[in-house]
């Protein structure tokens, strides 16, 4: 586990470079803008970033989802949106991946694994964004069709062209079931982007169906399979976002040393003058190394395990420490940077409001550890 394989390092190299040379020095403008420019990201296709962990078969890299989390883990050090759309797109692709017919995979795999469309999944409603059984979005059957309304929340990726991923409530049965719908179909509208505190570059939009026409082929997995869809999105969208907020603690970390190496006091760097400087960097590198063996852990266990409840339980804890520790990381990097973390003009700030996002987003902290919980106890 301790020594990457020739292929995760050239994967790691190459998100490494691409996210110093392209996407660094362009960090502010997205950061100011909330949007990632479209010439980054076709050249995250191009550089096969959005497919790494998926079948060849589909024009995936087939390089297993610990490439996958280092290569995120690269781009988020420079900009978490960038990592945000990709996350969302594979949590698409992995669903499609594990529960979509031959004709489904054909037809959606190899667009959102070349970049030409961005995949979103919707599960979160102004009701809820934990309790599946308080859904209320419906899918009525319609002959060979369903007719799907209601209002999905704070969706990523809506505004892209591209597939996304339904739950909702089968009208019949009353049990949840996925669909996939494209984008910017008849009756798919979107709210005005939400102004976030951070996590910029990934537009966040409201969705809104109504009397949105699907074919009933268009049915991801059977009836019901909407609870298992919603799990395995949970898993390999929590690899993402270990990835995503490893990127923001590295950044944080790194930022840290190189202020307290160029501000002096009296002539001499803070980084040499001052131990609870030194301390402090000290404390940034253990939780930093925690964090990362963690969550290559988990890159390592997605490649391994085959038990959806061993996934469930180790995605669960690792995102829940990943990204409380990063919170940490950041909050002891402000403190070096002093009043200068607090400008926009220091990369720091903006890492600062993208951290304060990760317990909150897919399952907060008490809802996973609930989860996880359950599955010790159970087994
Ligand atoms: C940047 C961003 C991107 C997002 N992208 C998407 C997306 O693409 N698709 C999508 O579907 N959603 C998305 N979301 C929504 C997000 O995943 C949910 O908001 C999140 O899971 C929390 O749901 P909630 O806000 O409705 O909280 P609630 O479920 O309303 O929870 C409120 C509080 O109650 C507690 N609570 C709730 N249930 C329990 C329980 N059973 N046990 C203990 N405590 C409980 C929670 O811990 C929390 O403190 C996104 C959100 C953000 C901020």
Same mark, same amino acid.
């Given at each position: %586990?301790?020594?990457?394989?020739?292929?995760?390092?050239?994967?790691?190299?190459?998100? =490494?470079?691409?996210?110093?040379?392209?996407?660094?020095?362009?960090?502010?403008?997205?950061?100011?803008?909330?949007?990632?420019?479209?010439?980054?990201? =076709?050249?995250?296709?191009?550089? @096969? /970033?959005?497919? #790494?962990?998926?079948?060849?078969?589909?024009?995936?890299?087939?390089?297993?989802?610990?490439?996958?989390?280092?290569?995120?883990?690269?781009?988020?050090?420079?900009?978490?949106?960038?990592? /945000?759309?990709?996350?969302?797109?594979?949590? +698409?692709?992995?669903?499609?991946?594990?529960?979509?017919?031959?004709?489904?995979?054909?037809?959606? %795999?190899?667009? @959102?694994?070349? @970049?030409? !469309?961005?995949?979103?999944?919707?599960?979160?409603?102004?009701?809820?964004?934990?309790?599946?059984?308080?859904?209320? !979005?419906?899918?009525? =059957?319609?002959?060979?069709? $369903?007719?799907?309304?209601?209002?999905? =929340?704070?969706?990523?990726?809506? +505004?892209?062209?591209?597939?996304?991923?339904? #739950?909702?409530?089968?009208?019949?049965?009353?049990?949840? !079931?996925?669909?996939?719908?494209?984008?910017?179909?008849?009756?798919?509208?979107?709210?005005?982007?939400?102004?976030?505190?951070?996590?910029?570059?990934?537009?966040?939009?409201?969705?809104?169906?109504?009397?949105?026409?699907?074919?009933?082929?268009?049915?991801?997995? +059977?009836?019901?399979?909407? /609870?298992?869809?919603?799990?395995?999105? /949970?898993? $390999? @969208?929590?690899?993402?976002?270990?990835?995503?907020?490893?990127?923001?603690?590295?950044?944080?970390?790194?930022?840290?040393?190189?202020?307290?190496?160029?501000?002096?006091?009296?002539?001499?760097?803070?980084?040499?003058?001052?131990?609870?400087?030194?301390?402090?960097?000290?404390?940034?590198?253990?939780?930093?190394?925690?964090?990362?063996?963690?969550?290559?852990?988990?890159? $390592?266990?997605?490649?391994?395990?085959?038990?959806?409840?061993?996934?469930?339980?180790?995605?669960?804890?690792?995102?829940?420490?990943?990204?409380?520790?990063?919170?940490?990381?950041?909050?002891?990097?402000?403190?070096?940077?002093?009043?200068? +973390?607090?400008?926009?003009?220091?990369?720091?700030?903006?890492?600062?409001?993208?951290?304060?996002?990760?317990?909150?987003?897919?399952?907060?902290?008490?809802?996973?550890?609930?989860?996880?919980?359950?599955?010790?106890?159970?087994?």
């Amino acid at each position: %586990m301790y020594s990457f394989t020739k292929e995760q390092e050239l994967i790691q190299k190459a998100a =490494r470079e691409y996210a110093d040379r392209v996407i660094e020095p362009a960090g502010a403008k997205i950061d100011q803008e909330n949007l990632i420019p479209s010439e980054i990201l =076709r050249g995250l296709g191009a550089l @096969g /970033m959005y497919g #790494i962990p998926f079948p060849e078969a589909y024009g995936g890299g087939e390089a297993g989802f610990l490439s996958y989390l280092l290569a995120v883990e690269q781009l988020c050090k420079a900009s978490l949106g960038v990592g /945000m759309i990709i996350s969302v797109n594979a949590v +698409g692709l992995s669903v499609v991946n594990a529960f979509g017919t031959e004709q489904q995979k054909k037809q959606y %795999m190899p667009d @959102g694994i070349n @970049g030409k !469309t961005i995949f979103s999944f919707a599960f979160t409603e102004p009701g809820t964004g934990s309790d599946p059984k308080q859904l209320s !979005t419906t899918a009525a =059957r319609d002959g060979d069709s $369903y007719i799907l309304n209601g209002t999905k =929340r704070f969706i990523s990726n809506s +505004g892209y062209e591209g597939p996304i991923v339904v #739950i909702c409530k089968e009208s019949e049965s009353g049990q949840a !079931t996925a669909f996939i719908v494209d984008k910017f179909c008849s009756g798919y509208s979107i709210s005005e982007p939400w102004e976030k505190i951070g996590a910029h570059g990934g537009p966040l939009y409201d969705v809104y169906l109504k009397d949105v026409k699907v074919p009933a082929e268009n049915m991801l997995g +059977g009836i019901g399979d909407g /609870m298992w869809v919603l799990k395995v999105a /949970m898993i $390999y @969208g929590k690899i993402g976002l270990v990835g995503l907020f490893l990127g923001s603690a590295l950044a944080a970390y790194e930022e840290a040393v190189k202020y307290a190496r160029g501000k002096t006091h009296r002539g001499t760097p803070i980084a040499d003058k001052f131990q609870h400087i030194q301390m402090s960097i000290a404390d940034m590198a253990m939780k930093y190394e925690a964090c990362k063996w963690y969550g290559y852990h988990l890159g $390592y266990v997605a490649d391994t395990v085959k038990d959806q409840n061993i996934l469930i339980k180790e995605a669960a804890l690792t995102k829940i420490f990943i990204s409380e520790t990063a919170i940490d990381i950041a909050r002891i990097a402000m403190s070096i940077h002093g009043s200068y +973390g607090l400008m926009k003009d220091y990369k720091i700030s903006r890492v600062w409001g993208d951290v304060i996002f990760g317990p909150q987003v897919e399952g907060t902290a008490p809802t996973l550890k609930v989860l996880a919980a359950g599955v010790i106890l159970n087994s």
